[in-house]
């Protein structure tokens, strides 16, 4: 009976540490979004790396975003992603050709304009520990949707200022995407026009409307 006790004991005590986790990494989320929530719109340089140990892979690509509320501009290796929030617009730099269709903000993946504040609805959260001599707090993200193709969510938050440092995405294939930000500016004056695609900027475009 008293090793009963004793299991049940620490099982309590086991549930008490999960909860005080569980209440740190929201306390260091929820800095991280409003930090970010209260800029009007910032831009940031990224590296973007795919890796697959089991492959012995890794491919490393870089890019730029700029985001204001659910609008973003995202350029990487030869394409350019406009969305200002109604519409989407994919430049192919190579073909010289423009899709255009609507935005779904339910169909939109992980990236660096909804990391802020993915883990609000539909995530478990974890503090997972201190990291680079305390300057980086690691909070694992968990999808409580199991069909979902990835099944952990890694984010690297700095300690002294709530800015996010990178994050990881581990999908069931064994593949994992990271992305650095290698830096970050705030623009408070950036207007919603930058968010919208402009024909006369490409000459020649060829224009394929999907909606």
């Known amino acids: 009976m008293k090793k009963v006790l004793s299991i049940l004991c620490l099982f309590s005590l086991g549930i008490t540490a999960q909860a005080q986790q569980d209440e740190a990494a929201r306390s260091i989320l929820d800095a991280m979004s409003d930090k970010y929530q209260a800029m009007t719109a910032f831009t940031t340089d990224f ?14 690509f870089e890019g730029t975003v700029s985001v204001k509320g659910e609008m973003y501009r995202l350029s990487m290796e030869g394409q350019e992603i406009i969305n200002n929030g109604e519409t989407v617009w994919t430049y192919m730099e190579e073909l010289n050709e423009v899709n255009i269709s609507d935005y779904y903000a339910e169909d939109q993946e992980i990236s660096l304009n909804n990391i802020f504040t993915l883990y609000k609805e539909g995530y478990k959260y974890l503090y997972i520990e201190s990291a680079d001599n305390g300057q980086l707090d690691i909070i694992d993200l968990v999808p409580e949707d199991v069909s979902n193709t990835y099944f952990k969510i890694r984010l690297a938050i700095k300690s002294n200022n709530q800015e996010l440092s990178r994050f990881q995405v581990f999908d069931k294939n064994g593949n994992r995407y990271i992305y650095k930000i290698v830096t970050f500016k705030e ?25």
Do not use: H, Q, W
Request: glycine share 6%; proline share 8%; no cysteine.
């Open 47 to 60: 590296e973007y790396i795919l890796e697959n140990p089991a492959e012995d892979l890794t491919e490393t």
């Open 187 to 211: 623009e408070p004056d950036m207007g919603d026009d930058y968010f919208n695609f402009d024909p006369s900027e490409y000459e020649g475009v060829e224009v394929i409307d999907f909606r």
